[in-house]
């Protein structure tokens, strides 16, 4: 199956499942299905990285399998471990009138095999979106495992031997880049960089996000994080901070950004005091 | 030529400038241009970032190549020479096309398309410098920038943009930044034109500038000195995450007896695992001295800021700076503090390092020594920074043989290439003798450096 035919469907396609992706991240989508290749998307937190997964999931009617990274991780959480205590059930009830030979060959079948999320997604049958969540978080070592599923989409497993994926799963990757992932990993995959967008774009997304929200209100809105983004802060607020902050206005049923108002919500856009104090000073909401 | 030349072209200058393609990359970009095609320049650019470009800090050396081998249009375009319409470059030309310019930069919702558009006839019509011999370059965007000299736009835009109800800094920061973004397309457009005669690879070598973590910290111009502050936070973190995932790496300890033997109960008295103490994690007390002196401040302060945004990683981090007089500056960095302000209060208080206002390294040593011996101790780090130019004054070496004596580890970082130290009137040959002495250019080795001295391991000569 295609999972875009063009990059044209694939920005009309995300738009629809409600995810306003600009030219270069709908073409990049299309090539990610087209040449089945892992799409890595980088760029800081709260622009979309992981919505991008989850719209591609949405518009072509896959579902969506998530590993989440973590330091740890490991293969038993990553790939798939067998199910011991079962197994043990298993040789405890066969009695003393079975050959270790039979067992061993019973108790290493899928019935005793937990798959967990890269396993899973190879072995499905139906259109599949991987998601591999904050990748720079593991450790060097669960790269290593990640190359062969992702080259080769296959997977060896000792007493089974190689599962290979029957439908190439559609795989993202994000990272938040707090370490630089192997070249090895970087050569297999697409790159994406998410950025904050241009007003234009980010006001399209807080409107859609946040229904019922006054038009001057979001150009205001957008005005002055675009405004922030430019400041020195320890955190440039995100898309994900500016629909906060939208839906906030809303709740609090504010119908005009003036400088009281932005000041009394900062809170959901910044959030370390610094920032504050610099946003406060720099956009000069003190003095009036 | 052809396309694949081009193609193959293309990818030996990306890799020429530091960009590491592979093989396969290359193959995967011509499988992305077999499905989207050749029709539309921002889709191929698109998809050849995609499969090349595998670091966000490498894009920009990849646009300025991709503008040079896939350019926008050739020569001046579909609209043709100037000369069709019998006059180049006079006058009148000029200032029509300066008030054409003033419309474009205060149409505020003017797509770049229209801006674009007259970068080029900038270039095409102010530009030209015919009759040059071979091998020399007939198009300068200097020459067309200070023809056209949109900087005296600046305060015709600003008023502009008043009138429309924008407070004044405002008003400049917007007019300041389509000023340059204009100036920019020039000089893109005269190096399009460049590479269109020369061929692109003799372009390819001198445009391409160094990425930003790559950039000599001496070399840096202001806006890479902004952007080199923004990347200061993001490095801190990056550094902290990855110390704090060695260190957990490294806590195995001496054996734990007691917990082993429970342990090993449930495994019928044999000590199948063995427990182990977590190990106390070794931190070091830092002394940052630091020279401020003109030359080499911006260095200094990018460490003191990186130092200090990892100071957990740190027993406790005291700094002091000097240019002929010492002065402690760590009260400025307070934790959680806004780096603006503090490169204010840094820069404020270098009078209070000076008395002369001329380098000594040997008097700051010596009054060092004198007033804040209380500072250095044996489980202390002392770190110098500084280019080691002290203006044929007195050395003290003896103070610094005490200094480095008096502390357990002791560094010093020079933001000079190598082959220049000792030339002119460095010391860095004679400090370097008593003080270990590492070259410290740019961020990378700056990162590299202080992720040594946190993990308490010796830094690479």
């Known amino acids: ?288 | 030529m052809t396309l694949l030349d081009t193609h193959i072209g293309f990818i030996e200058a990306l890799r020429s400038a530091g960009l590491s393609v592979s093989l396969a990359e290359g193959l995967d970009a011509i499988e992305a241009m077999r499905r989207i095609g050749w029709g539309e320049r921002d889709v191929v650019r698109t998809a050849y970032a995609a499969t090349l470009v595998k670091k966000q800090a490498q894009r920009v050396t990849f646009d300025a190549i991709f503008d040079l081998y896939y350019p926008r249009l050739v020569g001046a375009g579909v609209a043709g020479e100037p000369e069709s319409d019998g006059v180049r470059d006079n006058g009148a030309a000029l200032t029509r096309f300066t008030d054409e310019l003033a419309d474009a930069l205060a149409d505020t919702d003017a797509e770049s398309q229209r801006l674009q558009d007259l970068a080029v006839e900038a270039v095409g019509r102010f530009g030209a410098m015919p009759g040059r011999g071979p091998g020399l370059s007939s198009w300068s965007a200097y020459t067309a920038l200070q023809r056209v000299s949109p900087g005296q736009l600046i305060g015709q835009l600003v008023a502009g943009l008043m009138a429309d109800g924008m407070v004044e800094e405002d008003a400049e920061r917007i007019a300041g930044r389509r000023i340059g973004s204009f100036t920019r397309l020039v000089e893109d457009d005269a190096r399009r034109r460049i590479a269109e005669e020369k061929g692109p690879e003799h372009v390819a070598n001198i445009v391409v500038r160094p990425t930003i973590d790559r950039l000599d910290f001496t070399a840096a111009r202001r806006s890479d000195l902004e952007e080199m502050r923004r990347e200061i936070y993001p490095l801190a973190r990056r550094l902290a995450t990855r110390l704090t995932k060695q260190q957990h790496a490294r806590r195995r300890g001496a054996l734990d007896f007691r917990r082993t033997v429970r342990a090993s109960l449930s495994t019928g008295g044999v000590p199948i695992e063995t427990h182990h103490r977590p190990k106390r994690p070794h931190r070091t007390e830092l002394v940052v001295l630091c020279d401020v002196s003109g030359s080499v401040a911006n260095f200094a302060q990018f460490t003191l800021l990186l130092v200090f945004a990892l100071r957990e990683q740190f027993h406790k981090v005291r700094a002091f700076t000097f240019v002929d007089h010492v002065h402690e500056v760590t009260h400025h960095f307070t934790p959680g503090g806004d780096v603006v302000e503090v490169m204010e209060n840094l820069a404020a208080s270098t009078a209070h390092a000076a008395l002369w206002g001329r380098t000594n390294y040997g008097r700051a040593f010596t009054k060092f020594a004198e007033e804040h011996a209380d500072a250095l101790g044996p489980k202390t780090s002392l770190l110098i920074l500084g280019d080691a130019r002290s203006n044929y004054s007195d050395l003290a070496l003896p103070v610094l043989r005490e200094l480095e004596d008096a502390v357990r580890h002791a560094w010093w970082l020079n933001p000079e290439h190598t082959r220049h130290w000792g030339t002119g009137d460095s010391a860095a040959p004679a400090y370097g003798e008593i003080v270990p002495m590492v070259e410290c250019r740019n961020l990378t080795q700056l990162e590299e450096f202080v992720s040594a001295i946190s993990m308490g391991t010796q830094p690479a000569r």
């Not at chain 1, 062969?148 to 290979?164: A, H, K, N, R, W």
């Not at chain 1, 996000?209 to 430019?230: H, I, S």
Request: charged share 30%; net charge negative.
């Open chain 1, 1 to 288: 199956m295609t999972w875009f035919s063009s990059p044209d469907d694939a920005s009309a396609r995300l738009h629809e499942a409600g995810y306003l992706a600009d030219a270069a991240t709908a073409t990049t989508a299309y090539l990610a299905g087209a040449l089945e290749k892992p799409l890595l998307v980088e760029g800081p937190a709260g622009v979309g990285k992981t919505e991008l997964a989850k719209a591609v999931a949405r518009s072509t009617g896959a579902e969506l399998i998530r590993l989440q990274c973590y330091e740890g991780l490991d293969e038993a959480r990553a790939l798939y471990e067998w199910n011991y205590k079962k197994q043990l059930l298993r040789i405890q009830a066969s009695g003393a009138d079975q050959a270790w030979s039979e067992t061993h060959d019973d108790i290493f079948t899928d019935e005793f095999l937990l798959t967990r999320p890269l396993l899973t997604a190879i072995r499905r049958e139906e259109p599949t979106v991987l998601l591999i969540d904050e990748v720079d978080k593991t450790d060097v070592e669960v790269e290593g495992l990640l190359l062969e599923v992702l080259s080769d989409f296959q997977v060896t497993i000792p007493e089974l031997g190689t599962v290979s994926a029957t439908r190439r799963p559609f795989v993202v990757l994000t990272s938040n880049a707090t370490r630089e992932l192997s070249e090895a990993v970087k050569r297999r995959c697409l790159y994406l960089h998410l950025d904050y967008p241009d007003a234009e774009r980010e006001r399209e997304i807080v409107t859609s996000q946040v229904p019922g929200l006054d038009d001057a209100v979001a150009k205001q809105l957008v005005d002055v994080v675009a405004r922030m983004r430019e400041l020195e802060l320890k955190k440039a607020p995100s898309i994900a901070e500016s629909v906060d902050w939208a839906r906030t206005l809303i709740a609090l049923e504010i119908g005009d950004l003036d400088e009281a108002a932005i000041q009394r919500t900062l809170g959901v856009v910044l959030k370390h005091s610094s920032d504050q104090a610099r946003a406060v000073k720099e956009l000069r909401l003190a003095g009036k």
